[in-house]
């Protein structure tokens, strides 16, 4: 669902039609956070709506809710939360500015020991 809105948002094999890519946004965010409260290990769905709130797809944008999102997947160890939330407190969106904050989250996603997130490193 989220793929297929945002072929629809960039008119990847289709016309470009952010009416129909915001639908299926609505119906990913509605089957992430079906699987989010179902799951044991929540960390993937809980990066995945925080994404969701980050670029208002699906949902009204509000950095602060992207925020409390990526917190609960660092929570639970997600390299690529960690690198997003590093970048909201890079830029003060959603939470009050601070860099060394920003450096650490940075520094979690670039060293996570299984999945090393390639974006912080750069």
Same mark, same amino acid.
């Given at each position: 669902m989220h793929d297929l809105a945002k072929m629809y948002l960039s008119g990847l094999g289709c016309e470009k039609d952010e009416g129909t890519a915001q639908a299926w946004f609505r119906k990913a965010y509605y089957a992430f956070t079906a699987k989010e409260a179902s799951e044991k290990k929540k960390g993937y769905f809980q990066y995945r709506i925080g994404k969701l709130y980050s670029f208002g797809? /699906?949902?009204?944008? #509000?950095?602060s809710q992207a925020a409390k999102w990526?917190?609960? %997947?660092? %929570?639970? #160890?997600?390299?690529? %939360?960690?690198?997003? @939330? /590093?970048? @909201?407190? !890079? !830029?003060g969106e959603g939470v009050e500015q601070d860099d060394a904050k920003a450096y650490e989250l940075y520094r979690m996603a670039a060293e996570h020991s299984e999945k090393p997130n390639a974006s912080p490193v750069y």
């Open positions: 797809y /699906g949902v009204e944008q #509000d950095y990526y917190e609960k %997947a660092v %929570a639970e #160890d997600n390299p690529f %939360a960690a690198y997003s @939330l /590093g970048s @909201l407190y !890079r !830029r």
